[in-house]
């Protein structure tokens, strides 16, 4: 079993709806969770951070669930300019270096 | 706006040859990493450096691929002899500290044929 695992989508949309998907872990001790974003041929960048209370920035809302293990992001009035790959981030428990990533969540948003 | 820079963004190269990719990561940064995406196996960390010391090279093939990071400013990575497999982008980051906060750098997309 992967680490960390996505529904790579793609999930299409129109401006103005909403979006949501989910990643999984398989470390349960697992401490630290961040979704990066990737467009298209263009590295990762940081998105958030996911915080065992959950964390909005904006359009933006990551949530932890850590009974069943997964990760959500979801994305309010969706713009163009949303459309990317999302990238899921695990770090497991004592190699707070080494970043576990998802294969990613593509998501279009269309005019 | 402090970057990390790659060079060369791409490059084709034929079986067998070495292939050198080199990464200059943001100014004061301590920890540096190297990772692979493809699309099949995604982003895979091949190493990673803290203080220009090697600390994790597992993710390597240890018989054709090397980093090292000759002083602050420039981290390699070469491949000898190179194999149609390597064909991928490479990514070079860098961080100060907490390591979910990477800086990637535009990375380089290898072809070797």
């Known amino acids: 079993r992967k680490e960390v695992e996505q529904d790579p989508g793609p999930f299409n949309v129109p401006e103005g709806a909403t979006v949501a998907f989910n990643c999984t872990y398989s470390n349960s001790a697992s401490q630290s969770f961040f979704w990066y974003r990737q467009d298209c041929r263009k590295e990762p960048k940081l998105l958030m951070s996911v915080y065992s209370s959950g964390n909005e920035d904006g359009r933006f809302t990551a949530q932890l669930n850590r009974a069943s293990q997964y990760i959500s992001l979801l994305i309010r009035d969706s713009k163009l300019s949303d459309s990317a790959t999302y990238l899921c981030v695990v770090i497991p428990p004592l190699v707070d270096y080494k970043l576990s990533f998802g294969a990613g969540t593509t998501v279009t948003v269309r005019a | 706006d402090a970057r990390v820079t790659q060079t060369p963004r791409d490059k084709v190269t034929e079986m067998g040859q070495e292939v050198t990719m080199r990464c200059q990561p943001i100014l004061g940064h301590n920890t540096v990493f190297w990772y692979r995406q493809t699309m099949m196996q995604g982003l895979e960390l091949l190493a990673y450096f803290r203080n220009r010391a090697p600390l994790d090279d597992s993710g390597m093939p240890k018989d054709r691929f090397s980093a090292e990071m000759p002083d602050a400013t420039l981290a390699t990575l070469k491949i000898q002899p190179s194999e149609p497999r390597d064909s991928a982008v490479y990514f070079c980051?860098?961080?100060?500290?907490?390591?979910?906060?990477?800086?990637f750098g535009p990375g380089t997309r290898l072809l070797v044929l």
């Open positions: 980051a860098s961080g100060l500290g907490r390591s979910e906060t990477q800086y």
